[in-house]
């Protein structure tokens, strides 16, 4: 059984090298860490039925073409690898469509990463997402799944429960900071200067 683990994992290794995509772009396809791709890839973790045929689905083949790599016959594939290769982060089919549509779901989840003091590129370091995932994911191009949430909120170091405090308040939070900024950016330099004693006594 070991064994089939570690050749399954090799082989969907080498699918995944002849698409030319990475773990990470694999992992947000499929709504997983990356180092869980590494697990399956590497035999460590065994892979069910359902979830062999979610990989091949993303990859743009057919069990028999997955059947074909296995067995060491690589010709069909790489055809098929040039012809059709698996959609990443910005045209995959966890992306809604080419319309953004905002929620409360990715306002509570942009209003945690500002609160942590994360830039975009370090909350997909600690989510193990691509930074362009991320920005699809406030940009409300991507559905979000409950699980593919627990998994941000927690990669942030927050509880489920901030993360619901957030999705119900009135106005997000990164609402109210661009709105602050917003006015500041708008004050004459007499304004400013008057506000800024007062703003002073809030810094930590």
């Known amino acids: 059984m070991q064994e089939d683990m570690k050749l399954i994992g090799f082989t969907l290794k080498k699918i995944r090298e002849l698409k030319g995509v990475s773990r990470k772009q694999v992992g947000v396809m499929l709504g997983l ?11 460590r973790a065994s892979i069910s039925e359902s979830k062999l045929q979610q990989f091949l689905k993303i990859y743009g083949l057919s069990y028999e073409e997955f059947c074909n790599c296995r067995d060491g016959k690589l010709n069909n594939l790489i055809n098929a690898a040039t012809q059709r290769r698996p959609k990443i982060i910005e045209q995959n089919s966890l992306r809604r469509s080419y319309k953004r549509i905002i929620s409360k779901e990715t ?4 209003s945690l990463r500002i609160l942590k003091g994360l ?5 997909s370091i600690a989510c193990g997402y691509s930074k362009s995932a991320i920005g699809h994911i406030e940009n409300g191009r991507i559905e979000l799944s409950r699980k593919r949430i627990c998994h941000i909120v927690d990669s942030y170091g927050y509880t489920i429960e901030d993360f ?3 999705l119900n308040s009135e106005t997000p939070y990164s609402e109210i900071q661009n709105e602050c900024i917003e006015i500041l950016k708008s004050l004459s330099e007499k304004k400013l200067k008057a506000v800024h004693p007062l703003l002073s006594t809030f810094k930590n």
Do not use: V
């Open 164 to 166: 619901n405090r957030h």
């Open 119 to 123: 830039s975009q590129y370090k909350a």
């Open 33 to 43: 860490n990356y180092k869980t791709i590494e697990k399956y890839e590497n035999g």
């Open 107 to 110: 306002k509570a989840l942009k």
